[in-house]
């Protein structure tokens, strides 16, 4: 399951903080207030000349607290990832035997004490 949920959250964060770069760019500064209310042309839209704003900051609102919980879910789900991939070292080591000792030492072969005189 951490398989599928894990993309799908991931997906939603990045939607949904894109959604809140683009509100907050859609929404009007505090020094806009006082355009509107000399009939800054925003008396007749949708939402009135105060509706927009607070739908926007609402929306805003909302998306961010959305993101939060995200951002919580995402760092949940990693924190409790199972490690699936492992180095091919560690999987070397715990797949191969031992080698295994020879019954009996081998004992180098004796050196000559003639052989050091020949000339090189």
Excluded at 3 to 25: A, C, D, E, N, Q
Excluded at 41 to 63: D, E, M
Excluded at 76 to 104: F, G, I
């Amino acid at each position: 399951m951490d398989g599928i949920l894990l993309p799908l959250v991931l997906t939603l964060h990045i939607f949904v903080g894109l959604s809140i770069i683009g509100l907050v760019l859609i929404q009007h500064g505090k020094g806009a207030d006082m355009g509107a209310a000399f009939g800054g042309g925003s008396s007749g839209s949708l939402f009135g000349s105060s509706g927009s704003a607070n739908f926007l900051s609402r929306t805003t609102a909302a998306l961010a607290t959305i993101f939060f919980l995200t951002s919580l879910g995402l760092s949940y789900l990693a924190s409790n990832r199972t490690n699936a991939s492992t180095s091919v070292l560690e999987q070397v080591q715990t797949q191969s035997k031992p080698l295994e000792q020879p019954a009996a030492p081998v004992q180098a072969p004796a050196v000559d004490s003639k052989a050091k005189d020949i000339p090189k």
